[in-house]
DNA sequence: TGCCAGGCCGGGT
DNA sequence: ACCCGGCATGGC
């Protein structure tokens, strides 16, 4: 296990706290978060969820049945409206003809075979895909988003120019193949790079601040 | 008042 | 293998 990667941790564990995560009511819950958080703040995501749920439609065929031209009016808080209602419905598509809807049924199949499979669906990438499987099905697979590499390699942990695959590697070679270690250690991320890194690049007062390498944290922007 | 938020796709080099 | 424009609302 990485000295530094475990240590990160700890840190912000003891600064923060457990965290959570994702906030959501059921598992098909977070499945539509995740689509409809794709680059976009989760305050916007929230008022489209609850507009669903206002209308009993977070379950898997009550959704599929809703027509796309009708999902775009529901969802159109979040944002991106056109694009993640058709994406969304392609996620419930593959959801409810491979698997009759069932989520358990879904998460039956191994990890690295069904994030390809996720993959394959239009409108699906990696951060979806491993949000899905993270938080949804409890698999352990690292979630990497823009606050992971904002943190990582602020603090000089990461090159800047580290892509998804490269990072998520880092932490699954770095750490126990443990969910729930996954789960709270991303939460731990986004809170700390709300926190700190979201307007100001400097990390300062953050819990990190004594883990900066030499030469201090690194302010070219991401 | 502009800028940005928990990406992804399609087309181009 | 990257690089880029497009996609859209709501909050600060």
Redesign the pocket.
Known sequence: MDSTLQEVYDRLYAAYGPQQ???ADSPFEVMVG?VL????????VR?AIDCLRRRDLLEPHALHAVPIEELEELI??A??????ARRLHNLLDFLVDRYDGSLEAMFQTSLPELRERLLEI????????D?ILL?AGGMPTFVV???THRVMSRHGWIPLDT?YYEIQDHFHSGLPQDAALFNEYHALL?EVG?RHC?KRPLCQGCALADLLPPGGAIHEDS
């Open positions: 995560w994702w906030p995740a958080v794709q680059n976009t703040s989760w305050q916007n008022k159109r808080p944002g991106y409206y056109r694009i993640k239009n409108g699906i990438g990696p951060e979806t895909a949000s938080y988003d823009a606050y892509n986004v709300k979201r």
